[in-house]
């Protein structure tokens, strides 16, 4: 199946300090990659969709220049944590589909997850 | 919006009973369906879908029912092992915007030996 990864697995930084989160498909283009963002014990909350080569759409409440995501590749998304505080501290989950058609249309590939935690 | 309801939040069976997961989505163009199986700590696992022009579909142990009409759909797991001891989020995927998935809140299933 499909391969997504996801870049650093866990981080814990200091309260102020921007952290960089990497998603990418390893052996499919990912036309579109979605964000998440899950706090102990509950669902997954989407963040926002990312299309290759186009501005990212932000979910309501989810402040897009506090999260920065840049979809430069098919292969590749970035989310970055602007000015990370203690709250931001969550489990952040990315996916990745290929709307071309090599892989099943409807299934969504989840990344291992990135475990920020702001001191 | 989609909205994704789920229940129960928890459920524990005995080894060997079968365990029944409900939800119910609010909007009717959604047209597919996942399951999630989620371990602590790692990426939620496919471990069945099901599509709107389909009203069931099993796979060994696992099956899924649609009802499009009452706009629900539920999991069924028989013969549970502990194995089977996980989360699992229902999803649906509506039509508008990018086609993004819509979770249920979870349910936390333990089975016990």
């Known amino acids: 199946g499909a391969v997504v990864s996801q870049h650093p697995s866990r981080v814990i930084c200091k309260s102020g300090t921007s952290v960089k989160i990497e998603c990418r498909s390893l052996?499919?283009?990912?036309?579109?990659m979605f964000w998440y963002r899950q706090f102990p014990k509950q669902s997954l909350m989407l963040m926002a969709t990312s299309n290759e080569g186009s501005k990212a759409t932000y979910e309501q409440g989810v402040e897009k220049d506090k999260f920065l995501i840049n979809h430069a590749s098919l292969t590749l998304s970035t989310l970055t944590v602007t000015s990370a505080h203690p709250e931001d501290s969550s489990f952040y989950i990315c996916?990745?589909?290929?709307?071309?058609?090599?892989?099943?249309?409807?299934?969504?590939?989840f990344g291992p997850g990135t475990r920020l935690t702001v001191l | 919006g989609e909205n994704v309801e789920q229940h129960p939040s928890t459920l524990s069976v005995q080894e060997g009973d079968s365990a029944v997961i409900k939800c119910t989505y609010s909007d009717s163009a959604s047209n597919y369906f996942p399951w999630y199986k989620q371990e602590l700590g790692k990426r939620p696992q496919l471990i069945i879908d099901i599509r709107s022009n389909v009203g069931e579909k099993k796979d060994q142990r696992i099956a899924v029912t649609l009802n499009k009409t009452a706009k629900h759909f539920s999991l069924h797991i028989t013969e549970t092992q502990p194995e089977d001891s996980a989360v699992y989020f229902c999803?649906?995927?509506?039509?508008?915007?990018?086609?993004?998935?819509?979770f249920g809140t979870g349910t936390r299933l333990t089975v016990i030996p």
């Open positions: 996916s990745a589909r290929d709307l071309s058609g090599t892989l099943s249309y409807n299934e969504q590939f």
């Open positions: 052996d499919f283009q990912a036309t579109t």
């Open positions: 999803a649906a995927r509506g039509l508008t915007g990018a086609n993004n998935l819509f």
